[in-house]
């Protein structure tokens, strides 16, 4: 395997409890990647990776600001060529504050800021604090400063998430400067329970191919990035690891790759996620439901498999908790 860009999900420890979160992250978490262990993931990759973007995000990596700028010191220093970190600007209380932390990740080696801001976001974080956050970003001249915006349904949809969402970014008009994304939220983890029966689901159930996370690039076959979070594991999408980075040479992890090893990502690749339907009703799964996507699909039966597959379906938050 190849890859072209790397996150490293520094915790999954947050301020804010999401409901959208494919990770489950929340302030009851602990735990986060040390110093360490990042910069020799870090060397490992860059000495023998084709890599190009590199970003540090969560849960909610500022919760852990020292480890948050040695890591992008080290990727400075190892010549990353794209270094990003996202973040729900909850500590931007005022310009000073936000300021400062801004001044010392630059010095580090940070290129880029993207600020997530929605309803899901919002119900934690005030969104005056991530505007002051972003006018800090601005001010200081990072190469690029950019807000991402999760919604349920397509633009001028009328739910009452994708409304507070477009409310949220109305409050934001008037910067500058700025690149705003509106992306659908994946209904992995916390979103799977909490926000999929509020989402229009067609009665057939899907039969697509996977969609494979469009921030990693290539495909199951030949993926062109990964993720590592703090627990060492190495996955392709949330949930689905490849390996543990902390136990076996991230190297040998990449080189070793053959999708038609793995058990989940086998049949993702060959059949979509309907494959895995079929695999769970050999393990028992009965309960008849609807699927709002190919994505929603594969997580529930996944969720389901996670008693006979647990070692490829990391880490166990995506599943419980």
């Known amino acids: 395997m190849q890859v072209k860009s790397i996150d490293f999900l520094l915790t999954f420890k947050c301020p804010s409890k999401c409901k959208h979160c494919s990770y489950r992250a929340g302030p009851e978490r602990t735990g986060f990647m040390s110093l360490r ?12 990776q084709p890599l190009k973007s590199f970003t540090v995000h969560g849960g909610e990596p500022f919760l852990y600001f020292k480890v948050l700028k040695g890591i992008f010191r080290k990727a400075k220093e190892l010549g990353a060529q794209e270094r990003w970190v996202i973040t729900n600007g909850y500590w931007a209380k005022d310009f000073k504050i936000a300021e400062k932390y801004l001044n010392e990740l630059k010095e580090a080696g940070l290129l880029g800021i993207t600020f997530s801001v929605d309803t899901f976001h919002q119900e934690y974080i005030p969104l005056e604090a991530v ?24 633009e001028d949809s009328d739910n009452e998430y994708d409304i507070s969402t477009e409310n949220a970014i109305s409050g934001l008009k008037g ?33 697509g191919k996977c969609q494979f996370p469009f921030w990693l690039g290539g495909d199951l076959k030949n993926p062109e990035g990964i993720e590592i979070d703090f627990e060492g594991n190495v996955t392709l999408c949330p949930g689905i690891s490849i390996g ?11 080189k070793g790759y053959d999708y038609r090893n793995h058990p989940i990502i086998k049949i993702l690749a060959e059949e979509g996620p309907i494959g895995l339907m079929d695999l769970a009703r050999e393990k028992g799964y009965e309960r008849e439901r609807k699927y709002i996507n190919e994505c929603h699909l ?19 938050s995506c599943y419980s908790g």
């Open 298 to 316: 594969c997580y529930e039966m996944r969720k389901f498999l996670y008693l006979y597959y647990s070692q490829y379906l990391k880490p166990a």
């Open 244 to 254: 543990n980075a902390k136990s076996k040479s991230l190297v040998d992890i990449l």
């Open 37 to 48: 262990d990042a910069e020799r993931w870090l060397t490992e990759l860059l000495n023998t």
């Open 175 to 207: 910067l500058s400067d700025v690149q705003f994304s509106r992306f659908k939220a994946t209904f992995e983890g916390r979103a799977a329970e909490l926000i999929a029966d509020d989402t229009e689901i067609e009665n057939k159930v899907p039969t």
């Open 131 to 154: 505007r002051t956050g972003i006018e800090a970003a601005v001010q200081i001249g990072f190469e690029k400063v950019a807000v991402d915006s999760y919604f349920l349904g397509c």
